[in-house]
């Protein structure tokens, strides 16, 4: 902590619970009680039951988890490809010029993803390219959408990397190529990562865009739980939120993990 008097410390934690706890961690124990819940009396939630929880994991619940997790994959490691390249390129290109690509990157992230995901289902529903109709247009519209994270987060590693390590590298006769892929992506490994969970977490929890443009055959688990509260299934899309949080914790911790050992390669 940056504070070092004791009552320093108490009045920090003290204003971390304050602010903590109505704001983050009580909309989540909200959900989740309500996920165990058979009605709502007052204030609070009664009568425990787990029936929610055996429709959020089979049937359409399951299909929806699935299609989350196809999704999120494809599209986090299609972002993570574009963005990292894209990087690379422009850690080599002009100050200008590097401003111009980082802004291209960015611009996806600085509209409303419903403005994304209308300008996809546009352009991609007449020739010579159509994707309306299939899962594909939703795993495009993700890729776009999480790329920007993928490409700030890559680009930020490579201006912390030493210079040094490619620099012994090729004094040594290790061609471009060789360095890239021996050096300077081990380095990045951490950070490649990283930013593969926040573009899977991101992914995951899409809706604006996903809602514009899902098949019938191809619903992620947001749109799930947004038609079952909508149809007032209250109980059973608390139930299925907890699924997806779950789905995406135990991903994230999976991923981080990795980060952990290939911070101390």
Sequence with gaps: MLVHSRKGKWATWALFFVFFLPLFALPLLVILAASFSSHWSGAFPSGFTTEHYASATRGDSLDALTTSLVTAVTASLLALTVGSWAALAAASLKRGAKRVLDTLFMLPVAVPSVVVGLAILVAFSKPPMILNGTRWIVILAHTILV???????????????????????????????????????????????????????LSMGE???????????????????????????????????????????????????????????
């Design 147 to 201: 790329t920007a994270f993928a490409h700030q987060s890559v680009s930020a590693a490579i201006v912390r990397l030493d210079p040094a390590y490619e620099q012994a590298a090729a004094s040594l006769g290790a061609r471009p190529s060789y360095v890239l892929w021996k050096v300077k992506l081990p380095l990045l490994l951490p950070s490649l990562t990283a930013a593969a969970g926040l573009c899977f977490a």
């Design 207 to 265: 809706l604006s865009a996903t809602m514009m443009l899902y098949p019938p055959d191809w619903m992620p688990l947001p749109v799930q739980i947004y038609a079952a509260t909508d149809r007032g299934s209250l109980f059973t899309g608390a139930a299925v939120a907890v699924v997806l949080m779950a789905a995406t914790l135990l991903v994230l911790f999976g991923v981080s993990r990795i980060r952990t050992r290939a911070s101390y390669r």
